[in-house]
């Protein structure tokens, strides 16, 4: 058991006169994300965002790596995306882009605003009480749905819970990032009511009926007994995974079943037909019916995006083109790109974040995201090391959610998902505004 203190210290400081704080858009980033069904909150944290970064660049304008990394990959997409066809330059003005192929520019945004800022201790403690109200009442809005089911908390066609979010998958990556992160906070500092609040928050996550959620906080598990080598945690993670198998088993039945699909030998035979025999492409219809589509429509996607990738491995099919029907791509070798396709408005994606970058963008997009969260792991594990002790839990946390964010992306688009990346990069980033302001070098 760590020594550190329980709690945060509270800070009394000078009162700044800036406009927009890191903790008010880190607040607004994760209630927004909570509520995503009515998105006022969250266009209240983007607006923050801009005003913050128009504030600063009014004084001296500094930006961290991590920003100016977002802004290289900003600026690959545009140009991949005008010059293949995939979007054109007055998508950028329209605001159904930004709820379809755009959405990932709104995704990044919140770190440039947090590159270019600084934060103080106090803002690192009310990011870290504003984590414990949004679970609070996650868990909360549960005993409504437990008893009712209404439809205003419930989605999908067997009314899983969704709080206050638009989808299952959203839902329990929301809340399983959540739990992460509390459990990891909660162990490092201490803090018992934050690891109570980790577990509960879980709750809702097992309700979400999510693997991609359930898979993604064990991977934290995994990651944090590896990372401690402390004998305690891993009884502590052996414990806490059997007994979640036994509560799963009593109270989100339907979630255990789902997940003993994954380890079904008939479940394996139908992956292994479909991708014999897949070969779809992107249309207005769904790319697979029936029963277990959720996982074999993922072969089918995952298998037409290594085609695409295989046609043009350096440079990609073009930014936006994965989901446009009828896309061929000029015969470079290499630097391939498509030179025509008919574009359509959608959301698909290849429901694994690296295949679709790849198909995409290829090996030099990927390359230049993974640099970007590579920064962001880093910023993480130095403030793990070399923060003052009641703050350190905050960046180990962090780490935690990274994890789980690096796992999700191998089965959807978590790399580019709101219901993920608010929370994700709402705290990461308010971490990195902390790093920045205690030492100035670390800027660019």
């Not at 890191?22 to 607040?27: A, E």
């Not at 899983?160 to 490092?188: K, P």
């Not at 295949?355 to 910023?379: T, Y």
Request: charged fraction near 15%; proline fraction near 4%.
């Amino acid at each position: 058991m760590s020594t550190a203190v329980e709690t945060l210290p509270r800070i009394h400081a000078r009162p700044d006169h800036r406009a927009v704080l890191p903790w008010m858009v880190t607040g607004l980033l994760l209630w927004g994300g909570f509520t995503l069904r009515v998105p006022g909150l969250l266009l209240l944290g983007y607006l923050a965002c801009m005003v913050g970064l128009a504030e600063r660049a009014l004084v001296t304008f500094r930006m961290h790596a991590a920003g100016l990394l977002v802004l290289a990959n900003y600026g690959v997409w545009m140009l991949s995306g005008v010059v293949t066809g995939g979007v054109e330059l007055a998508d950028f003005a329209s605001p159904d882009f930004y709820n379809n192929d755009g959405r990932v520019f709104l995704y990044y945004l919140p770190l440039l605003f947090f590159a270019s800022s600084t934060a103080t201790a106090r803002d690192i403690h009310l990011g870290v009480r504003t984590v414990c109200q949004v679970a609070t009442l996650g868990v909360l809005l549960m005993i409504p749905w437990a008893l009712a089911s209404p439809s205003w908390l419930s989605v999908g066609s067997k009314a899983w819970y969704g709080g206050l979010l638009t989808s299952h998958t959203g839902a329990g990556t929301f809340f399983g990032v959540l739990s992460a992160w509390l459990l990891t906070y909660g162990d490092v500092s201490g803090g018992r009511r934050y690891r109570i609040a980790g577990v509960l928050c879980a709750v809702p996550m097992f309700a979400s009926g999510s693997r991609q959620a359930l898979l993604s906080l064990l991977a934290v598990f995994v990651w944090y007994v590896v990372r401690t080598g402390r004998r305690v945690v891993i009884l502590r993670a052996g414990a806490a995974v059997l007994g979640l198998v036994a509560v799963l088993s009593f109270t989100v039945p339907r979630l255990v079943e789902r997940t003993a699909v994954l380890f079904s030998a008939e479940t394996y035979g139908a992956i292994a037909d479909v991708a014999a025999r897949s070969n779809w492409e992107p249309s207005i219809g769904e790319p697979l019916g029936g029963m277990e589509s959720n996982i074999l429509s993922r072969i089918v996607l995952w298998k037409y995006a290594a085609q695409r990738f295989a046609e043009s491995p350096l440079l990609g099919i073009g930014f936006g083109r994965y989901n446009d029907q009828g896309v061929r791509t000029e015969s470079a070798g290499l630097a391939a790109f498509a030179t025509e396709g008919d574009r359509l408005t959608n959301v698909y994606n290849a429901h694994n974040m690296y295949l679709h970058v790849l198909a995409e963008n290829g090996v030099f997009g990927l390359a230049l995201l993974l640099g970007l969260w590579g920064v962001l792991w880093r910023e993480m594990a130095l403030g793990a090391r070399g923060s003052p002790a009641s703050l350190r839990p905050f960046f180990t946390a962090g780490q935690a959610a990274l994890v789980f964010t690096a796992v999700s992306a191998c089965f959807d688009n978590a790399l580019a998902s709101p219901s993920l990346g608010l929370p994700v990069l709402g705290l990461v980033g308010l971490g990195i505004a902390f790093r920045r302001g205690r030492a100035p070098e670390t800027a660019t």
